[in-house]
């Protein structure tokens, strides 16, 4: 039964991490309801939350990797390589969208997991982030699908989009909301925001997993090392199906699809919590 849980919270998170919807959210309640974590230890909860995570991070890695294997062959300008086009401009500005946020989710990290991290909080985030989805469309988005590939990101770009970030902190806003709405706020067009905000994932969620893989490696049992890799394999999985399915939708239909589904699964686990008091 642990080991159909957390390929639950994989399906979850592969389905969710990318979509404007809050995959962190997402987990917060689905992990509630099934019960998932309230025998494990903090150690455990941290490192599956993120390795799940890097399970999504990973297909992009995959499906993205000719962009990703350009960037580390043109790392340096050159003379056939100006420095716009070079690798380490491109990772530079990916650097510049996180500053904001790091400087903000580290330190208040501890605080922000202990008084946001619960269904409520997830469920009131949903619903005001849905309508602040809806809003920002009609007034911001640009009709284009321009990929990240044909366009150059400009610094001051990356700044607000970093800025727009900051807001993701909060369980239930969405990373990929966030960073959307920043990339339309400077004038991105809405696939190639969507692709920005996938490369902006790979070096956070690298890093923390990193991290939470080395701080809990000697504390945690088998039976929790094997529902990492089901949590991880299932995500990885799920993810890859979803990434082009999502950014083809993006062509077509609009944003605030997502924002009519945020506000009545908010609904739904607000009635919820009302008949059966969340843990």
Same mark, same amino acid.
């Given at each position: ?9 994989? $399906? ?62 043109? +790392? ?6 100006? +420095? ?41 985030? %949903? ?5 602040? &989805?809806?809003?920002?469309?009609? @007034? ?7 990929? +990240?590939? @044909? ?20 369980? !239930? ?13 400077? !004038? ?11 490369? +902006?994932?790979?070096? $956070? &969620?690298?890093?923390?997993?990193? %991290? ?10 088998? &039976? ?5 890799? $089901? ?8 993810? %890859? %199906? ?13 944003? @605030? ?5 945020? &506000? ?14 969340? @843990?």
């Amino acid at each position: 039964m642990f080991m159909f849980k957390a390929a639950i919270l994989g $399906v979850v998170e592969g389905l969710t991490e990318f979509l404007p919807v809050s995959s962190t959210g997402h987990l917060v309640i689905f992990s509630n309801l099934i019960d998932f974590y309230s025998h494990s230890s903090k150690e455990f909860v941290d490192m599956f939350n993120m390795v799940i995570q890097l399970g999504a991070i990973l297909a992009v890695v995959i499906l993205y990797r000719k962009k990703i294997i350009d960037t580390i062959l043109n +790392l340096f300008p050159s003379k056939n390589t100006p +420095l716009e086009d070079s690798g380490m401009y491109f990772w530079g500005m990916i650097v510049i969208s996180c500053i904001p946020a790091a400087a903000i989710g580290i330190p208040f990290d501890d605080l922000v997991e202990y008084y946001l991290f619960n269904p409520t909080t997830v469920a009131t985030a %949903l619903f005001f982030g849905g309508i602040l &989805m809806i809003i920002a469309e009609s @007034k911001l988005r640009k009709h284009s699908n321009v990929s +990240l590939s @044909k366009i150059t990101i400009t610094p001051r770009q990356a700044i607000i989009i970093g800025l727009f970030q900051v807001f993701s902190i909060i369980p !239930g806003v969405s990373r990929s909301a966030s960073t959307i709405i920043g990339g339309w706020v400077a !004038g991105l067009g809405t696939v190639a925001a969507a692709e920005y905000s996938f490369f +902006l994932a790979i070096p $956070v &969620m690298f890093g923390q997993a990193l %991290l939470n893989i080395l701080d809990a490696r000697g504390n945690l049992v088998s &039976m929790e090392w094997m529902a990492l890799f $089901v949590g991880f394999a299932v995500s990885f999985i799920v993810a %890859l %199906l979803v990434i082009g399915s999502f950014l083809d939708f993006l062509k077509k239909k609009p944003m @605030k699809l997502f924002a009519y589904y945020r &506000m009545i699964f908010a609904f739904l686990v607000l009635a919820y919590g009302l008949f059966f008091p969340w @843990k």
